[in-house]
């Protein structure tokens, strides 16, 4: 049974910055993709960030919505079975409940099998 479970969460001011951590057990990670998701209250989820399973760490090897790219990124280390995400320049809307997920195989196709509980981000001051 694949289980993930995120951290590194918290308050952060406008500008500023976090790194979130996604521990998986249960599953071969390195043979899959893997990605981030948040939801905002009184929004739908997106899909904020995504990476294959054998990412070199180029380009299009990985996946960011609009409203993030330039400013997150997103990694692994299949060593540790450990996702993350870098974020900078941290906004008030990146205020959200973000969760780790993992895709049904290699490849990044906007659709996940099991999920992280999630770990809080708010941005304020």
């Known amino acids: 049974q694949a289980q993930l479970v995120e951290s590194g969460g918290g308050l952060a001011q406008p500008g500023g910055a976090l790194t979130l951590s996604c521990a998986a057990t249960?599953?071969?990670?390195?043979?899959?993709?893997m990605a981030w998701a948040r939801q905002a209250p009184g929004k739908g989820l997106e899909w904020v960030a995504a990476?294959?399973?054998?990412?070199?760490?180029?380009?299009?090897?990985?996946y960011y919505a609009d409203s993030v790219r330039g400013r997150f990124t997103i990694s692994r280390d299949n060593d540790k079975n450990t996702l993350y995400l870098r974020m900078n320049s941290l906004e008030p809307e990146d205020t959200a409940l973000y969760s780790c997920?993992?895709?049904?195989?290699?490849?990044?196709?906007?659709?996940?099998?099991?999920w992280g509980q999630g770990t809080q981000v708010t941005v304020g001051s």
């Open positions: 997920a993992k895709a049904p195989g290699r490849l990044w196709v906007f659709s996940a099998n099991y």
């Open positions: 249960g599953f071969t990670f390195g043979n899959y993709a």
């Open positions: 990476i294959y399973s054998d990412a070199s760490g180029s380009g299009s090897d990985t």
